[in-house]
Protein backbone atom coordinates (compact mmCIF):
# COMPACT_ATOMS: atom_id res chain seq x y z
CA UNK A 1 0.00 0.00 0.00
CA UNK A 2 1.70 3.66 -0.73
CA UNK A 3 1.72 6.15 2.20
CA UNK A 4 -0.69 8.64 1.98
CA UNK A 5 0.95 11.81 1.96
CA UNK A 6 1.72 14.39 4.73
CA UNK A 7 -1.02 16.64 3.61
CA UNK A 8 -3.66 13.90 3.27
CA UNK A 9 -2.81 12.79 6.60
CA UNK A 10 -3.03 16.04 8.43
CA UNK A 11 -6.34 16.91 6.58
CA UNK A 12 -8.00 13.48 7.92
CA UNK A 13 -6.46 14.14 11.52
CA UNK A 14 -9.00 17.84 11.13
CA UNK A 15 -11.51 16.09 9.78
CA UNK A 16 -11.83 13.75 12.58
CA UNK A 17 -10.69 16.18 15.05
CA UNK A 18 -13.84 18.42 13.75
CA UNK A 19 -16.44 15.73 13.57
CA UNK A 20 -15.84 14.53 17.31
CA UNK A 21 -15.90 18.23 18.76
CA UNK A 22 -19.25 18.38 16.82
CA UNK A 23 -20.27 14.67 18.87
CA UNK A 24 -19.23 16.48 21.81
CA UNK A 25 -21.12 20.34 22.15
CA UNK A 26 -22.77 19.72 25.46
CA UNK A 27 -20.53 17.71 28.19
CA UNK A 28 -22.29 17.03 31.72
CA UNK A 29 -20.19 18.31 34.80
CA UNK A 30 -22.09 16.89 37.70
CA UNK A 31 -24.93 15.21 38.92
CA UNK A 32 -26.69 14.97 42.04
CA UNK A 33 -29.92 12.52 43.22
CA UNK A 34 -31.59 11.49 46.08
CA UNK A 35 -30.90 7.93 46.75
CA UNK A 36 -34.70 7.02 46.52
CA UNK A 37 -34.58 8.42 43.03
CA UNK A 38 -36.27 6.24 40.72
CA UNK A 39 -37.15 7.42 37.28
CA UNK A 40 -39.34 4.90 36.32
CA UNK A 41 -41.30 6.68 38.47
CA UNK A 42 -41.84 9.79 36.47
CA UNK A 43 -45.34 9.46 34.30
CA UNK A 44 -46.55 13.19 33.90
CA UNK A 45 -44.15 15.98 33.75
CA UNK A 46 -44.03 19.51 33.42
CA UNK A 47 -41.17 20.67 31.11
CA UNK A 48 -40.34 24.24 32.11
CA UNK A 49 -37.38 26.52 29.66
CA UNK A 50 -36.57 29.05 32.40
CA UNK A 51 -35.14 31.11 29.25
CA UNK A 52 -36.07 34.98 28.14
CA UNK A 53 -35.94 34.14 24.42
CA UNK A 54 -39.31 32.90 23.82
CA UNK A 55 -38.66 31.20 20.69
CA UNK A 56 -36.19 29.33 22.28
CA UNK A 57 -38.05 28.03 24.80
CA UNK A 58 -40.98 26.80 23.01
CA UNK A 59 -38.39 24.75 20.83
CA UNK A 60 -36.46 23.17 23.96
CA UNK A 61 -39.83 22.49 25.71
CA UNK A 62 -41.01 20.94 22.73
CA UNK A 63 -38.01 18.73 22.28
CA UNK A 64 -38.21 17.34 25.16
CA UNK A 65 -41.59 16.51 24.80
CA UNK A 66 -40.78 14.63 21.81
CA UNK A 67 -38.14 13.02 22.96
CA UNK A 68 -39.74 11.78 26.60
CA UNK A 69 -42.40 10.16 24.62
CA UNK A 70 -40.09 7.79 23.71
CA UNK A 71 -39.54 6.81 27.52
CA UNK A 72 -43.74 6.93 28.07
CA UNK A 73 -44.11 9.62 29.65
CA UNK A 74 -46.14 12.48 29.15
CA UNK A 75 -44.08 15.37 29.13
CA UNK A 76 -46.17 18.66 28.76
CA UNK A 77 -44.64 21.98 27.72
CA UNK A 78 -45.21 25.16 30.04
CA UNK A 79 -46.32 26.91 27.65
CA UNK A 80 -49.30 24.93 27.10
CA UNK A 81 -50.12 25.62 31.14
CA UNK A 82 -48.27 28.77 32.14
CA UNK A 83 -48.31 32.59 30.53
CA UNK A 84 -45.56 32.57 28.55
CA UNK A 85 -44.68 36.48 29.90
CA UNK A 86 -45.42 34.83 34.04
CA UNK A 87 -42.13 35.32 35.98
CA UNK A 88 -41.03 31.39 36.67
CA UNK A 89 -41.30 30.60 40.55
CA UNK A 90 -42.39 27.74 43.11
CA UNK A 91 -45.31 29.96 44.37
CA UNK A 92 -46.79 30.24 40.46
CA UNK A 93 -46.03 26.77 39.52
CA UNK A 94 -46.62 24.44 42.75
CA UNK A 95 -50.32 24.69 42.61
CA UNK A 96 -51.04 24.38 39.15
CA UNK A 97 -48.42 21.25 38.77
CA UNK A 98 -51.36 20.02 41.55
CA UNK A 99 -54.19 20.54 39.86
CA UNK A 100 -53.07 19.43 36.65
CA UNK A 101 -51.85 16.12 37.68
CA UNK A 102 -48.34 16.70 37.30
CA UNK A 103 -45.75 13.67 39.49
CA UNK A 104 -42.69 15.98 38.39
CA UNK A 105 -41.46 19.18 37.18
CA UNK A 106 -38.44 19.44 35.05
CA UNK A 107 -36.96 23.22 35.33
CA UNK A 108 -33.79 24.25 33.06
CA UNK A 109 -32.15 27.46 33.53
CA UNK A 110 -29.36 29.56 32.23
CA UNK A 111 -26.75 30.09 35.25
CA UNK A 112 -23.65 31.33 32.70
CA UNK A 113 -22.57 32.26 29.42
CA UNK A 114 -18.83 33.00 29.39
CA UNK A 115 -16.76 33.82 26.28
CA UNK A 116 -13.89 31.43 25.83
CA UNK A 117 -10.77 32.75 23.44
CA UNK A 118 -8.57 30.29 21.34
CA UNK A 119 -6.01 28.64 23.94
CA UNK A 120 -7.83 28.88 26.58
CA UNK A 121 -9.83 25.84 28.82
CA UNK A 122 -13.46 25.43 28.68
CA UNK A 123 -13.94 26.28 32.19
CA UNK A 124 -16.84 28.46 34.17
CA UNK A 125 -16.54 31.01 36.55
CA UNK A 126 -19.26 29.15 38.86
CA UNK A 127 -19.14 26.04 40.49
CA UNK A 128 -21.17 23.19 40.84
CA UNK A 129 -23.35 22.88 43.81
CA UNK A 130 -21.25 21.07 46.93
CA UNK A 131 -21.99 17.67 47.70
CA UNK A 132 -25.66 17.11 49.77
CA UNK A 133 -26.95 20.09 48.60
CA UNK A 134 -29.80 18.62 47.70
CA UNK A 135 -32.35 17.88 50.40
CA UNK A 136 -30.83 14.96 50.94
CA UNK A 137 -26.95 14.85 52.41
CA UNK A 138 -26.46 11.29 51.46
CA UNK A 139 -27.30 12.02 47.47
CA UNK A 140 -24.99 11.09 45.48
CA UNK A 141 -22.10 13.19 43.52
CA UNK A 142 -20.67 13.29 40.28
CA UNK A 143 -17.62 15.09 38.62
CA UNK A 144 -17.33 13.76 35.16
CA UNK A 145 -15.03 14.84 32.98
CA UNK A 146 -11.80 17.23 33.13
CA UNK A 147 -12.27 20.74 31.01
CA UNK A 148 -11.38 20.79 27.39
CA UNK A 149 -8.63 23.01 26.06
CA UNK A 150 -10.39 25.83 23.22
CA UNK A 151 -9.06 25.97 19.60
CA UNK A 152 -11.13 29.05 18.71
CA UNK A 153 -13.47 31.60 20.17
CA UNK A 154 -17.10 30.49 21.00
CA UNK A 155 -19.42 31.13 24.32
CA UNK A 156 -19.27 28.53 27.38
CA UNK A 157 -23.00 28.18 28.22
CA UNK A 158 -23.32 26.39 31.88
CA UNK A 159 -26.96 25.01 32.17
CA UNK A 160 -28.98 23.55 35.92
CA UNK A 161 -31.19 21.31 35.65
CA UNK A 162 -33.41 19.96 37.99
CA UNK A 163 -36.43 17.53 38.34
CA UNK A 164 -38.90 18.18 41.58
CA UNK A 165 -41.62 15.61 42.98
CA UNK A 166 -44.75 17.79 43.08
CA UNK A 167 -46.06 15.69 45.91
CA UNK A 168 -43.22 16.33 48.16
CA UNK A 169 -41.97 19.91 46.62
CA UNK A 170 -38.26 17.62 46.76
CA UNK A 171 -35.57 17.76 44.32
CA UNK A 172 -34.89 14.41 43.16
CA UNK A 173 -32.55 14.99 40.49
CA UNK A 174 -30.09 17.95 39.33
CA UNK A 175 -27.31 18.07 36.49
CA UNK A 176 -24.64 20.80 35.60
CA UNK A 177 -24.09 20.47 31.90
CA UNK A 178 -21.71 22.78 29.48
CA UNK A 179 -22.79 23.29 26.14
CA UNK A 180 -20.54 25.10 23.37
CA UNK A 181 -22.61 27.46 21.73
CA UNK A 182 -20.58 27.50 18.47
CA UNK A 183 -23.93 26.96 16.04
CA UNK A 184 -26.86 28.45 16.58
CA UNK A 185 -29.24 27.32 19.33
CA UNK A 186 -31.52 25.18 17.68
CA UNK A 187 -29.14 22.87 16.53
CA UNK A 188 -27.76 22.53 20.10
CA UNK A 189 -31.35 21.46 21.53
CA UNK A 190 -32.05 17.74 20.37
CA UNK A 191 -28.63 16.54 21.22
CA UNK A 192 -28.93 18.39 24.82
CA UNK A 193 -32.09 16.86 25.20
CA UNK A 194 -31.08 13.89 24.56
CA UNK A 195 -27.99 13.95 26.70
CA UNK A 196 -29.81 14.67 29.30
CA UNK A 197 -32.82 11.99 29.69
CA UNK A 198 -29.83 9.68 28.98
CA UNK A 199 -28.17 10.38 32.29
CA UNK A 200 -31.71 10.91 33.62
CA UNK A 201 -32.76 7.68 33.27
CA UNK A 202 -28.81 5.91 33.48
CA UNK A 203 -29.51 6.89 37.31
CA UNK A 204 -28.58 3.72 39.84
CA UNK A 205 -31.89 1.79 40.68
CA UNK A 206 -33.95 3.13 37.96
Known amino acids: MRDLPDQ ?38 L ?3 DFENQSN ?14 YGVQAVSSLDVLPSSATISKELVAPIAKTRGFDTVFVTR ?3 RKKIQPGEKAVPTISPPSEGELQNSNSVWEVLLAPPVS ?30 EMKKIPKLIP ?4 LILKHLYESPGK
Not at 191 to 194: N, W
Open 57 to 70: RKSFEDEFVRQWSR
Open 8 to 45: TVHLAIVVAASLCTACALTTMRSIQRVPDFRSATIHRV
Open 151 to 180: AREFNLVTVETDLYDVTSERRLWSGWSETE
Open 110 to 112: ILE
Open 191 to 194: PFVK
Open 47 to 49: VIG
